[in-house]
């Protein structure tokens, strides 16, 4: 069955110290995989997908099929960083747009 | 303007009563689907329509069904509300089914 693994459910660090959110999938096919934030009081939202290989926000996730890993990194995190992170991975069909989401980990950057 | 609406953003309701959650979207996408939210954060998808027609239907129990009057609402009405309901509903929309996808706010719907 396709899953999505977040092992953390809260990672804290101070501001400035680099980042990692980690996610593992299980998946057979080609998968698409996205990174969705959700800052305090406002809707979830997506931060990036796999696909267009950008960094938005000092972000980054590279999808590495080996591992089946798709972790999310910033070198050095900022106090408005401080929100709940999902990844998530679609079918990849263009069927059905099903996004399957892991359990979500809080990143809190203190001060 | 907001993107993706969802009416009411808070909803509490006693075991055993129908009620709906509405959500309208103004970007003119084909797709919606509707997300619980538990508490523990986890969320799953629910229901998915393309162009007014259901093309996701998760294991869902058939007190909650969907309805699509046009492309750019999707309803969720639940019947016989249970206690394990009680969760976050969030709509979205994507352009496609393969698109991006557009969150609402979410309704908490707290079942007493």
């Known amino acids: 069955a396709q899953r999505v693994t977040q092992p953390e459910k809260l990672l804290s660090v101070f501001k400035g110290a680099p980042v990692e959110l980690k996610c593992n999938y299980s998946y057979s096919g080609s998968p698409e995989l996205f990174w969705y934030v959700q800052y305090s009081r406002q809707r979830l939202q997506l931060l990036l997908r796999?696909?267009s290989r950008e960094s938005i926000k000092g972000f980054t996730a590279d999808l590495n099929k080996g591992e089946t890993s798709f972790h999310l990194k910033k070198p050095f995190a900022q106090e408005e960083d401080s929100a709940m992170y999902y990844c998530a991975v679609n079918h990849g069909s263009s069927n059905t747009g099903k996004l399957i989401f892991g359990q979500g980990t809080t990143l809190q950057v203190k001060p | 303007d907001t993107a993706v609406s969802q009416t009411p953003k808070y909803l509490v309701t006693q075991m055993g009563n129908d009620k709906s959650i509405k959500c309208e979207q103004n970007l003119g996408h084909d797709t919606m689907y509707w997300y619980k939210q538990d508490s523990k954060k986890f969320l799953k998808i629910m229901f998915s329509?393309?162009?007014?027609?259901?093309?996701i239907n998760e294991t869902v129990p058939n007190r909650f069904s969907p309805k699509s009057p046009d492309k750019a609402h999707l309803n969720l009405h639940i019947n016989s509300l249970e206690l394990g309901d009680s969760a976050v509903y969030f709509c979205a929309s994507s352009e496609h089914p393969s698109g991006i996808q557009y969150f609402g706010a979410g309704t908490r719907l707290s079942v007493l």
């Open positions: 329509y393309n162009n007014k027609e259901l093309i």
């Open positions: 796999h696909i």
